[in-house]
Structure formats: C-alpha cells, structure tokens
T-cell receptor, first 117, second 112 residues
Framework: DAGVIQSPRHEVTEMGQEVTLRCKPISGHDYLFWYRQTMMRGLELLIYFNNNVPIDDSGMPEDRFSAKMPNASFSTLKIQPSEPRDSAVYFC???????????????FGAGSRLTVL | QKEVEQNSGPLSVPEGAIASLNCTYSDRVSQSFFWYRQYSGKSPELIMSIYSNGDKEDGRFTAQLNKASQYVSLLIRDSQPSDSATYLCAVATRTGANNLFFGTGTRLTVIP
C-alpha cells in the first residue's frame, strides 16, 4: 500500500489566492482526518469524515476553510481566500476502527507545507 | 486550559540512558492515550497506545498511565540517537471517540 498520499507537498501563494490541498487515504480506511500543524499550536484537528460524511468540523477556523470527500478515495481541503496566518503544514490522516483504539490509530500523509505571502 | 499539555523541551539525554517524557490532560473522562513520534520534517507515526492504569511495555518503550492524576508518560530505555525526534501525546476523551487532542510535543535529543 502506498500509504496516505497528499498533494502538493509544498505550496507558496499570495494572500487572497485560493488554495486546494488533496488527499488520497489508504484503501479500506473509512475515517479521514485533516490536521494543521504550527509551532505555536501544534497539531489541530480541522475536520474528520466517516464513510465520506463530515462528522466533526468544529475545528475549521472560519468560513474561508472548506473540505469535501466526494468518494472513499479522495478528499480536498480548500482555503479561499488565503491569508498569511494560514501558513502551516496540513496533514491528512486515515484510519479504520480497531478495538479499544477506535479510529485513533492514524496513518498520516507526508503533509502539505503551505506558505501564504 | 489546553486539553493536553507537554513540556516542549528540548530534552537531552546521553545514549544508553532512560528518556522520560510526560503529559497531562484536562478531561477527566479521557479513555484512550497514544504516543506518536515525529521526526523533523516528517509526519507523526504511532508508537504506543494505553487504555488502563499502569504500565504497558513494548520493546524499549514503556507507557505509563495514571488516570487519577490525569498523567501519562513514555519511557525510552537504552536511548539511541535514532530516537531523537518530537514525541506527541494524544488523548481521546471517550472510548472509541474519533478525534484526538494532541499536545504540542516534546523534542528529544539523544547525544551519542
């Protein structure tokens, strides 16, 4: 298995531009998570899906952020318009339920490093 | 108050020593606890999980949980330079809950 695949790995854009980050989860994993990581705040959960349905989006910072999962093998996180404070590494992770661990044994993608100038 | 707190470090230990990483959490009903390791520039990977009070050992790693004190720790015995990384404590507030709260991590350096 190729693991969780994210693209792009690096994105540099200017304030006000639209940014779209993409994720392909591991086949057979029915949970997909989007996290954001910064030095100051660490890893923050933005949103997660179960069977392609958004379950908890309370971590999405504001209306500029949106996420979709049109099918079991693809998800997008979109920021429109982007701002410098959105600069961070965005991780996608997937999982499946495993006993007491629930769906918390996460396999992370390599991340997308976003820089908004 | 943050849900999960860790000493950011850096923590430096000599090769072969025991490294002790600590984590406290605020939600008393938390049920599942995880340690993830993140090498610089890489993504986090799970190394340990623990659900019951006491110790859980896996090779050179031991996770310790004390729910009364709301405290979880990770011990790394015979530390190796390859253990140098940031260690993230993560907590799920309910059994089977599917959203983890992560600490900001403790950076560990093992000195050869």
């Amino acid at each position: 298995d190729a693991g969780v695949i994210q693209s792009p790995r690096h994105e540099v854009t200017e304030m006000g531009q639209e940014v779209t980050l993409r994720c392909k989860p591991i086949s057979g994993h029915d949970y997909l998570f989007w996290y954001r990581q910064t030095m100051m705040r660490g890893l923050e959960l933005l949103i997660y899906f179960n069977n392609n349905v958004p379950i908890d989006d309370s971590g999405m910072p504001e209306d500029r952020f949106s996420a979709k999962m049109p099918n079991a093998s693809f998800s997008t996180l979109k920021i429109q318009p982007s701002e410098p404070r959105d600069s961070a590494v965005y991780f996608c992770a997937s999982s499946r339920r495993q006993g007491r661990a629930g769906a918390n044994v996460l396999t992370f993608g390599a991340g997308s490093r976003l820089t908004v100038l | 108050q943050k849900e999960v707190e860790q000493n950011s470090g850096p923590l430096s230990v000599p090769e072969g020593a025991i490294a002790s990483l600590n984590c406290t959490y605020s939600d008393r009903v938390s049920q599942s606890f995880f340690w993830y390791r993140q090498y610089s520039g890489k993504s986090p990977e799970l190394i340990m999980s623990i659900y019951s009070n006491g110790d859980k050992e896996d090779g050179r790693f031991t996770a310790q949980l004390n729910k009364a004190s709301q405290y979880v720790s990770l011990l790394i015995r015979d530390s190796q330079p390859s253990d140098s990384a940031t260690y993230l404590c993560a907590v799920a507030t309910r059994t089977g809950a599917n959203n983890l709260f992560f600490g900001t991590g403790t950076r560990l350096t093992v000195i050869p």
